[in-house]
C-alpha cells in the first residue's frame, strides 16, 4: 500500500542549506520511495529556493498570510516533489534562512515559521484538491507548530511525526504572540505549546506529534536526561515509547568517491592507492606542506561550544608536536573564527583554514584527510563521520549521541575481530582529545592497520536504506487512526 507523506522543513538540500537538516530533509522521501511512500516537501520560498524550481506552478493563495500575499507553488527541484510557500514579505531577504547579514535572527522569525507550518496543516487538512497526506513530518523547531495546528483542527487529520535534529534550538518566542499566531486559547497550556512562560514551538511538536524521532537511538537516550534534555527532559520521558530514535544516513550517490565530481581522481576501496591524488590535492588548496608521510587531521564542522572547537585549540600543540597537520573547513562563533585565523597564521603549512561554507572543498576535505575529527560535546547524530567512513578517512570523535552510533572504537579486540573503524574518545577535553591523537599516531605508524580500519569504514552501510525502512514502518504506524 502506498502511502502519502509531506514533510516539512526550512531548509533542503541542494536548494538551501545551512547544516545536516537540509541534507536529511532532501535524502529521506528520495530514500523513501522504495518503500512505497509519496513524499512531498512543503519548504519556504527564499530566493533561491524559487531560482531552482522546476515546472512551478501556483496551486493555492492566502490572502493574507501573517501581513502580505502568499502563493503555494508547485513543482520539482533535486529529484524532489516540492511545494514551495512563496511569501516575499517573509522569505525574500538577505542573509541565511534564520538571520540577516549582521548575523542577528529576524524578529519575525515566529511569524516566518508559524507560516509554513499554518500551511502545512492546511495541506493536511485536505486545503488542496487531490493531495491528501497520510502523514505530516515536521523537521525541527521550524515546523514544530504544524503538529500543534492539526491537533487543535479538531477534525479528522493525518498522523504526525516530529524530528528533533537538535535539542538546543527551541524556537521560543513570547506568549503575546499566541493569537497573533492563530493558535486557539485552549493551546496555552502545559500540555500545549506553553515552555516555561513563553510560546515553544518545538515543545509544541514533541508535546502534540503522535511520535517524536531524533536522528539516533543514544541521542534519544541522552535527551532523557537532564544533562542532555535541554529544559525538555521531562517531557520526553513523559512521552515513554512515543520518542525513539532512527539513525540518519547520507545520500550515497552525492557522496560517491567513486564518481565525486569534486574530486582530481576517483577511487574504491580496492583503488586506495588513488586516494592519494586527493591527499595531495587537499594540501595544495590549503596551503599545508606537501608532505606525504605527515597525516593530516580534517574537520569540517559548524565553528561551536557544541562542537568542541575551543578543545581542538587546547589541542593543537599536541597535534603539531605529532607531525599531524590540521585542515579545517567551517564558520560560527566570531571568538573561535578569530581563533583559528590567528592559528593558521601563526602555523603556516600546518594548519590550513577555509572560513565559510565550500561544499566541493567539504568533499575534498573527506577524501584527502587521513582522519576527520568530530569532537562535540553533544551530537544527535552526525553526518560527516559517516561521509568519512565513505571516503576512506578515520573517524576521530567524542562517544556520544550517533557518533558513538556509527563508529566502531578500533581497539585491540576490535581490530583482531576485524571490525574497527575509528576511534572514539570519551569526552571533549584537552586530555581525551590528546589521548585520541596518541592513539591516532600510533595506528598511521601501523600502515597495515590503518589500511583495514579503511577498508572496514568503507564496508560499513552509511545509505538511507535501513533508515527508510524504519520510518516507512513509522508512517504506517502512525496513519492508522
Same mark, same amino acid.
Given at each position: 500500500?502506498? #502511502? *502519502? @507523506?509531506?514533510?516539512? /522543513? !526550512?531548509? =533542503? ?7 545536516? +537538516? &537540509?541534507?536529511?530533509? $532532501?535524502?529521506?522521501?528520495?530514500? #523513501? *520511495? @522504495?518503500?512505497?511512500? /509519496? !513524499?512531498? =516537501? ?7 529556493? +524559487? &531560482?531552482?524550481?522546476? $515546472? ?426
Amino acid at each position: 500500500m502506498t #502511502l *502519502t @507523506a509531506l514533510s516539512v /522543513a !526550512s531548509e =533542503v538540500f541542494p536548494l538551501i542549506k545551512t547544516g545536516g +537538516l &537540509a541534507d536529511v530533509a $532532501g535524502a529521506l522521501p528520495l530514500a #523513501l *520511495t @522504495a518503500e512505497g511512500i /509519496a !513524499s512531498h =516537501v512543503l519548504l519556504p520560498g527564499y530566493p533561491s529556493v +524559487l &531560482a531552482a524550481l522546476e $515546472g512551478a506552478r501556483t496551486v493555492l493563495d492566502f490572502n493574507p498570510l501573517f501581513g502580505g500575499t502568499a502563493h503555494l507553488l508547485a513543482g520539482r527541484a533535486g529529484g524532489l516533489e516540492l511545494f514551495v510557500l512563496d511569501a516575499p514579505h517573509l522569505y525574500a531577504r538577505p542573509g541565511n534562512p534564520y538571520s540577516g547579514p549582521d548575523g542577528a535572527d529576524w524578529p519575525d522569525n515566529p511569524q516566518r515559521f508559524a507560516a509554513l507550518a499554518q500551511v502545512a496543516a492546511r495541506l493536511g487538512l485536505g486545503a488542496l484538491p487531490g493531495f491528501q497526506p497520510d502523514v505530516v513530518h515536521a523537521h525541527d523547531w521550524q515546523a514544530g507548530l504544524a503538529p500543534a495546528y492539526l491537533h487543535y483542527a479538531g477534525t479528522r487529520r493525518p498522523g504526525t511525526v516530529m524530528t528533533v535534529h537538535n535539542l538546543a534550538f527551541q524556537g521560543q518566542c513570547d506568549r503575546a504572540w499566541l493569537e497573533t499566531l492563530g493558535l486557539p486559547p485552549e493551546a496555552w497550556s502545559i500540555d500545549g505549546v506553553e515552555s516555561y512562560g513563553g510560546i515553544g514551538f518545538l515543545k509544541a511538536g514533541l508535546q502534540l506529534a503522535d511520535r517524536v524521532t531524533t536522528v539516533s537511538p543514544t541521542y534519544a537516550a541522552e535527551i532523557r536526561t537532564p544533562a542532555g534534555g535541554m529544559g525538555l527532559d521531562g517531557l520526553l520521558r513523559y512521552r515513554g515509547s512515543a520518542v525513539s530514535g532512527i539513525l540518519n544516513g547520507i545520500d550515497t550517490a552525492v557522496w560517491d568517491p567513486a564518481g565525486d565530481p569534486f574530486l582530481p581522481s576517483p577511487y574504491t576501496a580496492a583503488t586506495l592507492q588513488a586516494r592519494e591524488a586527493s591527499r595531495a590535492a587537499l594540501r595544495a588548496r590549503l596551503g599545508l606542506v606537501d608532505d606525504p608521510a605527515a597525516p593530516v587531521i580534517g574537520i569540517v564542522s559548524r565553528l561551536s561550544w557544541q562542537k568542541g572547537m575551543d578543545t581542538v585549540l587546547e589541542a593543537l600543540p599536541a597535534l603539531l608536536a605529532r607531525g599531524m597537520r590540521l585542515a579545517v573547513l567551517g564558520a560560527g562563533d566570531q571568538g573561535l573564527q578569530n581563533a583559528f585565523a590567528h592559528a593558521a597564521a601563526t602555523h603556516p603549512g600546518q594548519i590550513g583554514l577555509h572560513l565559510g561554507y565550500d561544499e566541493g572543498l567539504a568533499h575534498l576535505i573527506q577524501a584527502g584527510c587521513d582522519a576527520l575529527l568530530v569532537p562535540s560535546r553533544f551530537e544527535p547524530c552526525g553526518l560527516t563521520q559517516l561521509c568519512a567512513l565513505r571516503y576512506g578517512a578515520m573517524p576521530v570523535v567524542a562517544r556520544v549521541g550517533g557518533l558513538a552510533d556509527t563508529v566502531i572504537d578500533a581497539n585491540e579486540m576490535a581490530l583482531a575481530a576485524g571490525v574497527g573503524t575509528g576511534i572514539q574518545f570519551a569526552s571533549a577535553t584537552r586530555d581525551a582529545l590528546e589521548a585520541a591523537l596518541d592513539r591516532v599516531a600510533t595506528l598511521w605508524r601501523d600502515r597495515e592497520a590503518w589500511a583495514r580500519i579503511q577498508h572496514n569504514g568503507m564496508a560499513s552501510d552509511v545509505s538511507w536504506a535501513g533508515p527508510a525502512r524504519r520510518y516507512a514502518a513509522l508512517y504506517r504506524e502512525v496513519s492508522v487512526r
